[in-house]
């Protein structure tokens, strides 16, 4: 049994405190750690385990991590905060011998930029420290890697074309809201859109590209081909691949609502002087958006997520879909958050199981590609996103 500190009190790091409390069999002692402590309170007294222990940090600031780190003496961090502070929090970890897990890829504030090599860049240190980093374990990047982990494994003898699509046919009734941190989902869907083809990066313009694919349970919606970070890492882990691409469904009314904001500009990052004093117009928009923390009561439908493949096995061409759907309303019953929290938190917590049980260690940095995906498969099944998989039907892509 090990010792885990949840850093984040939000969506995500709900969802995942609620599962780590449900696998009491690897997690002999829990922590949540966030910038407001109240949040972290509110989590455990909603979980009803008066032994999860609390605590504030500023995961900006490598001492205040370090020093609560050998305070706790956690064995695994899952850094579920935003990706501005992966770095902080890969610098404690070496310096009080944590290992860690978290998300998304370290972003820079003052530029929309997603690429893996700043974390990358710690691979050397974490392996001479012993310790394990686990990059991306959330669902797309995440459980969409350890898709395609399984199908090169148990499917293809060559994976040749990768499309991840990402389907939200949920409806909140609310006007305009994103369900996860709006600062950080607007900073990835306005930037400009980007696919793999033989070695190369092909540039498109934002959301230019888009057609309409057909969900499981869920029928037609039309789906956007965006960047998304486990490109880079899955191109890199899967070199047979010879195209790469990530679509994601958005209604009309999202898209309506999300040229208008960067018009007015709205979805800028860069500080404006606004009555003497600096504000980011993107981060004020956050604070009046609402909270996708709160859209759980009133989601209706459900996400569809899954990898939809093209590639060679025994010589013959084959396509294979693999899926999860999951429903908003299910999601907030069991754990009161909304799909999408639930998408992310659950993998989150299924790697950090992976790691306590000792399946997912190895010294160093890696995405979770570069792990074995059966055993996390097998928990997917278990803990709430089970998989279904189609053999040579269309893929229409
Ligand atoms: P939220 O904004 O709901 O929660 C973020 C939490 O981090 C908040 O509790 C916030 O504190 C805390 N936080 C922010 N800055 C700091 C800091 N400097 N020190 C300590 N705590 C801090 O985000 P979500 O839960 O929606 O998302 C969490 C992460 O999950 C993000 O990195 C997001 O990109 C990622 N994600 C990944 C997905 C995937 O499939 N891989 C999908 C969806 C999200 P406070 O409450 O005080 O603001």
Known sequence: MGKVIIIGAGGVATVAAVKVAKN????????????????????????????IRTAQVD??????????????????VMNLALPYQDLTIMDACLQAGVNYLDTANYEPRDEAHFEYSWQWAYKKRF????????LGCGF??????????????????????LDIVDCNAGNHHKAFATNFNPEINI???????????????????????????????IGPRESYLMYHEELESLTKNF???????????????????????QDIGMARIDPIEYNGQKIVPLQFLKAVLPNPQDLGANYEGETSIGCRIRGLKDGKERTYYIYNNCSHRAAYEETGMQGVSY????????GARMFMLGLWHKPGVWNVEEFNPDPFMEELNKQGLPWHEVFNGDLEL
């Open 59 to 76: 995961a900006d600031h490598v001492d205040e991590l370090v020093k609560l780190f050998n305070e706790f003496k956690p064995d695994l």
């Open 24 to 51: 009491m069999d690897v997690f002999g002692e829990i922590m949540i750690a966030s910038r407001t402590r109240s949040k972290c309170d509110a989590i455990v007294k909603s979980i009803g385990n008066p032994h």
């Open 127 to 134: 392996e001479a420290a012993g310790l394990t980093a686990i």
């Open 343 to 350: 998408t992310t938190g659950v993998p989150a917590m299924i």
């Open 239 to 261: 070199p047979t691949i010879k195209q790469a691409r990530f679509w994601m469904t958005f209604g009309q009314e999202y898209l309506t609502h999300l040229r208008v904001i």
């Open 140 to 161: 797309d990047p995440g459980v969409s890697g350890i898709y395609t982990a399984y199908a090169a494994k148990h499917h293809f003898d060559e994976i040749r074309y």
């Open 187 to 217: 900073r990835e869907i306005t930037q400009k859109g980007r696919y793999y083809l033989d070695g190369k990066w092909i540039q498109t313009g934002a959301l230019e590209i888009h057609k309409a694919l057909t969900y499981p349970n």
